[in-house]
């Protein structure tokens, strides 16, 4: 049974257009993560929800905005993407409460903007 | 400014023998990290953590040692099995209040039969 879920994982598409990767995790955690990891291999947060409340927002373009309809899920949307969104996506999850536990990722999503 | 520094891109070493990664961060307050282990198109999976409170963890081939006072931690796996051939990230728990988690660049070991 797969822990962390993410889909798409390739995500092929224009500039300009407006897309969604869901990330579904079945680990019973009540905190999710979005990071990107860059062309230059680093990994970087951007978003974290914890209970669907927000508790991270890192200096992350207003283009993208992560929805969290409960807390096994925690999508995230692009408007007008750009090139420079090309990347891969990860999701992940931990339980709250006690950050000094693991996070646990999805495969990743792999996004190129063409 | 990057907090956490991997600074060796790439390691390759003969199956059987040592292979240490090493880690670099800069902020004095962190009191957690973890290593995570990848594989191509896969996620990121925990490997071994280490609270600020110890200089050592061990779980089988896998050894963290913390140095603090050098803000230097490293990860031994011993013996070395081609199938540890994977990129390593070192990472640090920013906030635990949040989670954030800083991550470094990442090590690629490479493990030859």
């Given at each position: 049974d797969t822990a962390v879920s993410q889909t798409p994982k390739y995500l092929v598409t224009q500039m300009g257009n407006d897309k969604s990767i869901k990330c579904e995790q079945n680990?019973?955690?009540?905190t999710m993560y979005w990071y990107k990891q860059d062309s230059k291999k680093f990994l970087k947060i951007m978003f974290s929800y914890n209970n669907k409340e927000l508790i991270i927002n890192e200096?992350?373009?207003?283009r993208f905005s992560p929805k969290s309809p409960d807390k096994a899920h925690l999508n995230l949307h692009i408007n007008?993407?750009?090139?420079?969104?090309s990347a891969v996506y990860f999701c992940a999850s931990s339980q709250g409460g006690n950050f000094y536990q693991p996070q646990h990722f999805g495969d990743g999503t792999r996004l190129s903007i063409l | 400014d990057q907090q956490v520094k991997q600074n060796s891109p790439s390691l390759s070493v003969q199956e059987g023998r040592i292979s240490i990664l090493n880690c670099d961060y800069t902020?004095?307050?962190?009191d957690y990290f973890l290593w995570y282990k990848k594989y191509p198109a896969e996620g990121p999976t925990f490997l071994i953590s280490i609270s600020s409170i110890k200089d050592k963890n061990e779980d089988g081939r896998f050894t963290v040692f913390l140095n603090k006072s050098a803000k230097h931690l490293s990860l031994h796996i011993v013996?070395?099995?081609?199938?540890?051939?994977a990129v390593y990230f070192c990472a640090a728990l920013e906030s635990s209040n949040t989670g954030k988690l800083i991550f470094g660049q990442g090590t690629t070991l490479q493990v030859k039969p």
């Open positions: 680990l019973g955690h009540d200096t992350v373009p207003n007008s993407l750009e090139l420079g969104d | 902020n004095s307050m962190f013996p070395s099995q081609p199938g540890d051939s």
